[in-house]
C-alpha cells in the first residue's frame, strides 16, 4: 500500500512537470501560461512533500536498523555466554569422566597388587585402608592443584620515637666588680706650729680645722655642754 502511494505521487509530480513544460513551450496564451504556472507549483509542492516523507521514512528506518544491530549484539553476547557455560560443562563432565576412568583404572590395579602381595605374604590387606589412602591421595592432588592464598601480613604501627629536649643549663650571674675606694692623701699636719708664709715673711697661724661635732644622746653630751671649752680654746690656751 505504501509503495503504491508512492508510486503514484511520483507519477503525478512526472504529468504536472510535463504538462506545465509541453504548455510554455507550445503555447504563448496568457490562461495556459498560468495553468503551466500552476501545474509547476503543484509538482514543487508534491515534490517537497515526497521529499520530506523519504527523509521520515529514512531516518525511521536508520533507527530500526540501529535497533536491530543492538539487539543482535546483545543476542549474539547471550549466545556466546551460553556457549562458554556449555563448553564449561562438557568440560567439568569431561574431567569427571576421566577422573572416573582413572580412578576405576588405579582400583583395578590395587586389586592386582593386593592380589599379588596376598599370593607372596600369605596376607589379606583389607579393602577399607586401601581406600582410605586413596580417597587421601585424592585429596592431597586436588590441594596441590588449588594454590593456598598467600599470607600479608598487615604493617605493623610505627610509633614515634621521642625527642629529647634538653634542659636549659642555669645560668650563674656573673660576679659585679666593686672598685675598692682610694685613700685619701694624707695631708700633713703641723700640730700647734703655725704656717710660714715665704713670700710674704712671718708666721701665719694656721686655723685648726673644727672637728664635727658628733651629736651623742646620753651622758657624753651633757658633760661636752657642762665643759663648755673646745678643742680650739685648749689649743690657744697651750700656746
Known amino acids: ?10 507519477a503525478a509530480l512526472v504529468v504536472l512537470a510535463l504538462i506545465a513544460s509541453v504548455i510554455m513551450l507550445l503555447t504563448s496564451n ?33 533507527a530500526e536498523l540501529e535497533q536491530q544491530r543492538q539487539l543482535h549484539a546483545v543476542q549474539l553476547e547471550q549466545a556466546r555466554q551460553e556457549l562458554s557455560v556449555e563448553r564449561a560443562h562438557i568440560e567439568a563432565d569431561a574431567e569427571r569422566r576421566i577422573k572416573e576412568d582413572t580412578l576405576a583404572e588405579i582400583r583395578v590395579q590395587l586389586n592386582d597388587v593386593r592380589e599379588q602381595l596376598a ?11 586401601m581406600v582410605q589412602a586413596e580417597a ?14 598467600t599470607y600479608i601480613p598487615e604493617p605493623e604501627p610505627v610509633e614515634p620515637e621521642p625527642t629529647y629536649i634538653p634542659e636549659p643549663e ?45 651629736a651623742e644622746h646620753g651622758r657624753r653630751r651633757r658633760d661636752e655642754h657642762s665643759a663648755g671649752l673646745s678643742v680650739a680654746d685648749l689649743l690657744k690656751r697651750r700656746d
Not at 500500500?1 to 511520483?10: L, V
Not at 599370593?119 to 585402608?129: A, D, R, V
Not at 587421601?136 to 592464598?149: C, G, L, N, S
Open 1 to 10: 500500500m505504501e509503495f503504491k502511494s508512492r508510486d503514484a505521487a511520483q
Open 30 to 62: 496568457a490562461s495556459f501560461l498560468r495553468l503551466a504556472l500552476i501545474a509547476a507549483l503543484w509538482a514543487a509542492v508534491i515534490g517537497f512533500f515526497l521529499v520530506s516523507r523519504y527523509r521520515t521514512q529514512a531516518e525511521k528506518a536508520h
Open 119 to 129: 599370593q607372596l605374604t600369605g596376607q589379606l590387606y583389607s579393602e577399607p585402608t
Open 136 to 149: 587421601k591421595r585424592i585429596f592431597e592432588i586436588e590441594q596441590e592443584k588449588t594454590p593456598e592464598p
Open 170 to 214: 642555669p645560668v650563674e650571674p656573673e660576679p659585679t666588680y666593686i672598685p675598692e675606694p682610694e685613700p685619701e692623701p694624707r695631708r700633713f699636719d703641723t700640730g700647734s706650729f703655725g704656717s710660714i708664709d715665704w713670700l710674704q715673711g712671718g708666721i701665719t697661724q694656721e686655723e685648726e680645722p673644727k672637728p664635727p661635732v658628733v
